[in-house]
């Protein structure tokens, strides 16, 4: 079974540009969240898709959002690029139920110049 | 509100010795609690889970964890550390009540084993 696949796995922007990644999930998972992942902030949910409809939202300016497919692939968009938005952007995937774990890609390196 | 506490930013454990990992929760209802480990700039790997029953679970790479209620917490054990155990580990909680299913996480705790 093929695991969560991010793309691209490293990008550069310049501030002012804006960025789309990429997430495929585990293949039969309709659930995919996003976070950001800052030395200083740690880890930082964005948000969460479910059957194409946002199920859960993180604490983040309107630049951030996302979208999910109906093959449950999901996209993420920030916009107008920071320099503070230089981070390592994780996509995870898990099955319906509480009990299930997730499961995650090796994340995007974003840095912002 | 939910949230899950890891007071330790940094533990250091000499190679060979007993390891813990520190995990406390705030959650409404009997939660489920998850470890992951994050090696150098890589994704979270799962490692165990607790969802019911025998308080220990046992999961990857030797590590096992101790769910106890009374004083909330699940904290992440192993018996003899190894230099390779070296990464991130973050703590996290769903709560049954939760219709959203969100999983809230530990700050993450830096594990440093010296040889």
């Known amino acids: 079974k093929a695991g969560v696949t991010q793309t691209p796995r490293y990008l550069i922007k310049t501030r002012g540009q804006q960025v789309t990644l990429s997430c495929s999930p585990i293949s039969g998972h309709r659930s995919v969240s996003w976070y950001q992942q800052t030395p200083g902030q740690g880890l930082q949910f964005l948000f969460e898709?479910?059957?194409?409809?946002?199920?859960n939202k993180g604490n983040f300016p309107g630049r951030f959002s996302g979208r999910q497919f109906s093959n449950s692939r999901s996209e993420m968009n920030v916009s107008t690029l920071e320099l503070g938005d230089s981070a390592l952007y994780l996509c995870?995937?898990?099955?319906?139920?509480?009990?299930?774990?997730?499961?995650f890609g090796q994340g995007t390196r974003l840095t912002v110049v | 509100a939910q949230s899950v506490a890891q007071p330790e930013d940094q533990v250091n454990v000499a190679e060979g010795n007993p390891l813990t990992v520190k995990c406390t929760y705030s959650v409404s209802g009997n939660p489920y609690l998850f470890w992951y480990v994050q090696y150098p700039n890589r994704g979270l790997q799962f490692l165990l889970k607790y969802i019911t029953g025998d308080n220990l679970v046992k999961g990857s790479y030797g590590f096992e964890a101790e769910f106890n209620k009374s004083q909330t917490s699940f904290h992440l054990k192993k018996p003899s550390a190894l230099v390779s155990d070296s990464a991130l580990y973050f703590c996290?909680?769903?709560?049954?009540?939760?219709?959203?299913?969100?999983?809230?996480w530990g700050a993450g705790t830096k594990l440093i084993i010296k040889p």
């Open positions: 995870a995937s898990s099955s319906q139920g509480l009990n299930t774990e997730a499961f």
């Open positions: 898709y479910f059957s194409e409809t946002q199920r």
């Open positions: 996290a909680v769903r709560a049954p009540m939760d219709s959203n299913y969100q999983l809230i």
